[in-house]
């Protein structure tokens, strides 16, 4: 499975963003994923996950704020940010593991998955 993330830009604080990523080669379904970032200096961090079953976290900085989902298809999972805060400013990228990978309970901070996208780039402007 190739992942490829897409909808990464520049906005002013308070807006949103629509990330994409696309699960391109053999099929994703029943995948978990997640979502992370990583800013300048900083070590990358979780920030969504989708479990197999449908079932979503997210990281604190993010609740209320953030929205993971996957498409119909279950070969796009899609990230959508409101309320955009300078703080979140970093690369976005999306990760997968096939179901029998994803085990129990995952953390959103669980960083150890077998698919990782090249990332997307999200500036957020006071």
């Known amino acids: 499975v190739q992942l490829q993330e897409s909808g990464g830009g520049s906005v002013q604080s308070g807006g949103s963003l629509r990330l994409s990523c696309a699960a391109e080669?053999?099929?994703?379904?029943?995948?978990?994923m997640g979502w992370f970032r990583q800013a300048p200096g900083k070590e990358r961090e979780g920030v969504a996950f989708l479990d197999s079953d449908g079932t979503t976290t997210y990281a604190d900085p993010v609740k209320g704020r953030f929205t993971v989902s996957q498409g119909t298809a279950q070969n796009t999972l899609y990230l959508e940010m409101n309320k955009l805060k300078p703080e979140d400013t970093a690369m976005y990228y999306c990760?997968?593991?096939?179901?029998?990978?994803?085990?129990?309970?995952?953390?959103?901070?669980?960083?150890?998955?077998?698919?990782w996208g090249q990332g997307t780039q999200v500036t957020v402007s006071s």
């Open positions: 080669g053999d099929s994703a379904n029943n995948y978990c």
């Open positions: 990760a997968a593991d096939p179901p029998e990978f994803c085990g129990d309970n995952r953390s959103v901070y669980w960083s150890g998955y077998k698919y």
